[in-house]
């Protein structure tokens, strides 16, 4: 029983004499102070003399415990099990979207045993326990994968791609997926190619809290991604998350423009270098652009092909050419992408190698650690020695939407791809991704309410 808590020593003794588990409810009492919670397990690098306790409010506490600390018993633990409520039944003239479930924090549940986040939704747990989504559409769920974000790897992506266009096969008008924030951006910029000018919406939605913690953002994402999915005038592979901290608004975001730029906010996503589609507010869905591929129209292209022998390498000062050339080989990778300072540069040591990796046959694209703005490699003269090295700008794309269109155009082409026509696909704007203004957009102008 105490093995399982990971104490040792004088806490582990006081727990085993009162017969204390995982997840039994105790109070503790210390120098006249009085706490009631539920006893946790040790984290790996916790302080040995310390016992964790969930409080009744979900915060964590730890308590030093010594001879003249007092601990009771209060009862023991319950396994947690979580009814969800029947899902609503179908209402005739309402779209049909599909729910595909991938993993991440939206389909996850907090256990309090040990306060880690573990999966335990399935995607139609998800409708049943948001209701309101009934009203929306007529929702069907499907379980694709149970993956971590941060293990999505392109043969994911693949299969993700494949599922959708067999949804719009059999004639839904909306889909939404369930993803990991962590590398949700990736997702999106690889769906966006492999599923271009889609007939209806492709929504990826997520949530930075899990969906039984009260400040939880998982039922408002939700919700607006089947609005969108079900109701919204444009077809293309979005983002839907919150746009602030609080309820105000959830934001969808292109999914060759969106990144996540905060680790915990529930305002983490934000559009770089364009505008989101459209707002959620409590007044309705409302659009911010009038450019985009309208639900419905045609040119429909499905390629879900991805070259994994691309890298995203991201320069530093002090670096050594020698690293990338050593990349390269011992990789066999057939392009680069740079993340290069500024306007687009890496030290001008590095312009023998890039030279040779384009003799090579190397693709190696710029791109900027800068957030906002775009490439111009014209202004200094390092970037034109770099551009004649053959470096080639990717103006304003994305360092991780450059990453993945790389990934796609080697997978498109195949293997005796010619450098040109590399160049030339990379340098075209196929969903969204390259061009346009740059800099921070304004969200409320230009509205338009979607009825």
Same mark, same amino acid.
């Given at each position: ?162 599922? /959708? ?5 059999? +004639?839904? $008008?909306? #889909?939404? %997926?369930?993803? @990991? !924030? ?56 979005? /983002? ?5 901290? +609080?309820? $105000?608004? #959830?934001? %969808?975001?292109? @999914? !060759? ?195």
């Amino acid at each position: 029983m105490v093995s399982e808590l990971g104490y040792g020593g004088f806490v582990a003794e006081v727990l085993s004499g009162l017969g204390v588990g995982l997840g039994d409810e105790v109070e503790v009492v210390r120098n006249g102070l009085r706490l009631r919670g539920f006893v946790m397990a040790r984290y790996e690098y916790g302080a040995p003399d310390v016992l964790v306790l969930k409080l009744p409010n979900g915060y964590n506490i730890g308590v030093r415990i010594d001879a003249s600390t007092q601990i009771r018993k209060l009862s023991s633990a319950v396994a947690p099990s979580f009814n969800p409520p029947p899902p609503a039944p179908p209402r005739e003239n309402l779209p049909r979207v599909m729910i595909a479930n991938t993993g991440g924090t939206i389909a996850s549940r907090i256990d309090y045993r040990t306060g880690g986040v573990k999966p335990a939704l399935t995607a139609s747990d998800l409708v049943s326990i948001v209701p309101e989504i009934a009203e929306k559409a007529n929702v069907s769920t499907e379980i694709l994968m149970q993956v971590v974000s941060e293990n999505m790897t392109p043969t994911h992506w693949t299969e993700i791609a494949r599922k /959708v266009d067999e949804f719009f096969r059999r +004639g839904f $008008d909306g #889909v939404v %997926i369930t993803h @990991g !924030t962590d590398t949700m951006g990736y997702t999106a910029a690889a769906l966006s190619f492999a599923l271009q000018n889609p007939p209806a919406p492709v929504v990826l939605v997520g949530a930075q809290r899990s969906s039984d913690r009260p400040s939880s953002d998982a039922a408002l994402n939700l919700l607006t991604a089947v609005e969108v999915a079900a109701c919204a005038p444009f077809a293309e592979v979005v /983002v839907a998350m919150h746009g602030w901290h +609080g309820d $105000d608004n #959830v934001l %969808i975001h292109r @999914g !060759t423009r969106v990144v996540k730029l905060h680790t915990s906010s529930r305002g983490a996503f934000q559009s770089i270098n364009s505008s989101p589609l459209a707002v959620k507010t409590p007044q309705g869905l409302k659009l911010l652009t009038t450019s985009f591929h309208k639900r419905g129209e045609n040119g429909y292209m499905f390629q879900p092909v991805f070259d994994e022998r691309v890298m995203l390498v991201k320069f530093f000062p002090g670096m050594k050419p020698e690293a990338l050339e050593l990349l390269v080989e011992r990789m066999g990778l057939r392009g680069v992408i740079l993340e290069g300072t500024g306007l687009g540069h890496v030290a001008s040591s590095f312009v023998p190698v890039l030279k040779s990796l384009r003799e090579k046959g190397v693709f190696v694209g710029m791109t900027s650690q800068c957030r906002f703005g775009r490439v111009n490699m014209n202004v200094y003269e390092n970037g034109r020695d770099l551009m004649r090295a053959g470096v080639i700008p990717l103006d304003n794309m994305l360092p991780e939407t450059a990453l993945v269109k790389l990934m796609w155009v080697l997978g498109k082409l195949g293997q005796k791809a010619a450098y040109e026509e590399v160049k030339n696909l990379m340098l075209t704007d196929i969903c969204g991704e390259i061009g346009g203004r740059t800099g921070p957009q304004p969200l409320f102008t230009g509205e338009a309410e979607i009825v």
